[in-house]
């Protein structure tokens, strides 16, 4: 698929996901999505990083890239530093903000080449979380699972300071 197609698919992702919501400000962690010494890093979709910096006008330097044999180049906000996007109260992109952060607290991970779901291990939120924030979250991972690369599967589940906890649907 060509940068085009994965605008489409991201357009119609952020689509489904624009209302699936949560209270990250009311969690005491202060919506950070960064609970005590628990960060992630936020790993992009093919070409999310062009996607938001077209549709947003933020230049690409604001983001940190990675090589992936076979798949090029993605975006990731990395867990060594503070998101560029994140505010004291908000995130400044918020309406063009990447799926990764929207489906936080839910972690997709690939067993087997089957897809899961576990919950980032420590967000206040992980057991209060609405049913409609949770299929939505899922509905919209199992949509882009045919369509992603197996080497960003690879690479999303190779993330090293990522901690879970079961998922509860």
Do not use: Q
């Not at 996607?51 to 947003?56: C, G, P, Q, R, V």
């Not at 006008?57 to 798949?71: C, H």
Request: hydrophobic share 35%; glycine share 6%; net charge negative.
């Amino acid at each position: 698929m060509d940068k085009g197609d994965w605008f489409r698919i991201i357009e119609e992702v952020y689509k489904n996901t624009e209302k699936a919501t949560m209270p990250c400000m009311e969690a005491n962690c202060g919506g950070s999505c960064e609970v005590g010494d628990i960060s992630e890093t936020a790993i992009l979709l093919p070409y999310e990083m062009e996607f938001i910096s077209e549709k947003a006008g933020v230049p690409l330097s604001d983001f940190k890239r990675i090589e992936i044999e076979n798949l090029g180049r993605i975006g990731i906000m990395d867990y060594d530093s503070i998101c560029p996007f994140l505010s004291e109260t908000d995130c400044i992109i918020r309406p063009l903000r990447m799926f990764d952060c929207r489906s936080y607290p839910i972690v997709a991970t690939w067993k087997n080449g089957l897809l899961e779901f576990s919950f980032a291990k420590g967000c206040p939120l992980n057991y209060t979380l609405s049913d409609t924030f949770k299929k939505t979250i899922t509905e919209t991972w199992r949509m882009l699972d045919p369509l992603l690369p197996i080497e960003w599967k690879v690479y999303y589940d190779s993330e090293e300071n990522r901690e879970v906890e079961p998922f509860v649907l």
